[in-house]
């Protein structure tokens, strides 16, 4: 996997750059995160107001008002992440699970562990990784979460595949204050 590097390759937009008649989107991603900063990764999207508008929206989606829970999707974000090489999102991640949970987390005894968790993370390992998800893998996930689980989950991985681009690409800096935990690839 490349080195996850940090040259920005968009200038950081700060909330007085930001234009004024479109500051409800630059406060609505600090309110629904509960920050008081804007991370590293929507101020650099903020060159472009109307992509932070519709990524910062999947994103408060995914996060926020899916039926997976926190746990799950805290491991969610770092399986896409590892395998699409976001350092980013690993590091805004990895500590929101328990130490258990951050153990496994990215390799493969993650995989084994109970539904929804341990077919959820393959779903996502495969899906990251564009390859084939067997109807027996998307029945297990149905079992456990429903067809909305499923799209959930699905949208999720999609969602951190674009940040994961997003992030790499444009070699979004990870902020100073972030602890960063190496991937376990």
């Known amino acids: 996997m490349p080195e996850y590097k940090e040259d920005a390759k968009v200038p950081y937009v700060s909330r007085e750059d930001f234009p004024a008649d479109q500051i409800g989107i630059y406060d ?34 995914v996060r926020f008002n899916s039926v997976l829970d926190e746990v799950l999707r805290e491991m969610v974000i770092c399986t896409v992440s590892q395998e699409v090489g976001n350092w980013y999102e690993w590091c805004h991640h990895i500590h929101r699970m328990p130490d258990e949970m951050q ?12 539904a929804p968790t341990g077919p959820a993370l393959k779903f996502a390992r495969i899906t990251a990784t564009n390859g084939d998800v067997d109807d027996a893998l998307i029945e297990e996930i149905r079992d ?7 799209v959930d989950l699905t949208v999720m ?29």
Do not use: W
């Open 157 to 185: 991985v999609g969602y951190y595949q674009l940040v994961g681009t997003f992030c790499r690409v444009l070699q979004v800096p990870i902020e100073d204050n972030m602890n960063r935990a190496p991937m376990k690839k």
């Open 103 to 114: 153990a496994v987390c990215g390799t493969p005894a993650a995989e084994d562990l109970p």
């Open 28 to 61: 609505h991603i600090l309110q629904t995160r509960k920050l008081d900063y804007i991370p590293e990764l929507f101020a650099r999207m903020a060159s472009s107001p109307g992509a932070m508008e519709a990524v910062a929206s999947v994103g408060e989606h």
């Open 144 to 150: 456990a979460l429903g067809d909305q689980g499923v």
